[in-house]
C-alpha cells in the first residue's frame, strides 16, 4: 500500500500508486507530429504537442514508481472490416484508410498509427488497439485493469473532448476514478480543451477529476 493524496478539482483525491495506472490515449504520429495526418487536414499540431513534455514527465514518474503504464492507439485492420461503415465514410476522401503522409490513415502497422518517439512504449507496457474512441469499446483494457486491481486512472492524450473524454466517461461509468491532467491532454480546438475539461469536473466531478502533471508527480512519487 502507498496511499497518498492528489490535488484536484474539483477535489483533492486519495489514491493508492498500486492501484493507479496511467492511461496514455492516442499519442499517435500522426495526430502529433508535423506533416502528419492531423497538419494535413489543417490543424495547428502545435496545440496538441504541449502535451508531449508535461506527459513524458508523468510517465518517468510512473516508471520510477513501477505505475501499470498503458498506451491507447486508434485505428483499424488494413482491411478496414473492424471499421463501422458509418465511421468510414466519415470526414471526407481523406480519413480512415487512404494514404496520408506517414502511410495508411488510422490503419494498424502503419507508421503514422504508430505512438510518438518521445513516449513510446517500454516492455511491459500494453498497447491497446482500438476500434472507436473510448479504449474500452472492444478492448481488453478492462480485464488488464481489473487484473493488476487498478481502481484509479490518471489520464493523458489526445484529444481532449473526443478520444480522452470518451475513455473517461467509459472508465467512470466502470467503477475507476478518473484523474485528468489538463496540461496532458490537447486539442486542436482550445475551447473544446477548456469545456471538455470543465464538463469533466462539473457537478462534484461527474466524470471524475481535473488536474496537472506536476500534482502527479507529486502524489505518484510521495
Ligand atoms: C482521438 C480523434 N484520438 N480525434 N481521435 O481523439 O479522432
Redesign the pocket.
Known amino acids: 500500500m502507498s496511499s497518498t493524496t492528489i490535488a484536484a478539482e474539483p477535489f483533492d483525491l486519495d489514491l493508492d500508486v498500486s492501484t493507479t495506472a496511467l492511461i496514455i ?2 499519442m499517435q504520429r500522426d ?1 502529433l507530429q508535423p506533416h502528419g495526418f492531423g497538419e494535413l487536414l489543417g490543424n495547428d499540431v502545435s496545440l496538441l504537442r504541449s502535451a508531449i513534455e508535461p506527459t513524458r514527465t508523468v510517465l518517468d514518474a510512473a516508471r520510477a514508481a513501477t505505475m501499470l503504464v498503458v498506451h491507447t492507439r ?1 485505428g483499424h485492420r488494413p482491411d478496414l472490416t473492424d471499421c463501422p461503415p458509418a465511421k468510414l465514410t466519415r470526414g471526407g476522401k481523406t480519413f480512415i484508410g487512404t494514404e496520408g503522409p506517414m502511410g495508411r490513415i488510422l490503419v494498424r502497422g502503419e507508421e503514422g498509427h504508430d505512438i510518438i518517439p518521445e513516449l513510446y512504449p517500454i516492455e511491459g507496457e500494453p498497447v491497446i488497439d482500438k476500434p472507436g ?1 473510448g479504449a474500452f469499446f472492444e478492448t481488453d483494457l478492462h480485464i488488464i485493469l481489473q487484473n493488476r486491481g487498478i481502481k484509479t486512472l490518471i489520464v493523458c492524450g ?2 481532449t473532448e ?3 473524454q470518451s475513455t473517461v466517461r467509459e472508465g467512470n461509468d466502470r467503477g475507476y476514478e478518473c484523474v485528468v491532467l489538463e496540461d496532458c491532454v490537447g486539442s486542436y480546438f482550445p475551447e473544446f480543451q477548456a469545456v471538455g475539461l470543465e464538463m469533466i469536473k462539473a457537478q462534484g466531478g461527474i466524470f471524475g477529476w481535473v488536474s496537472t502533471s506536476q500534482h502527479a508527480i507529486g502524489a505518484i512519487a510521495s
Open positions: 490515449i492516442d495526430f486508434e474512441k489526445v484529444t473526443v478520444c480522452v
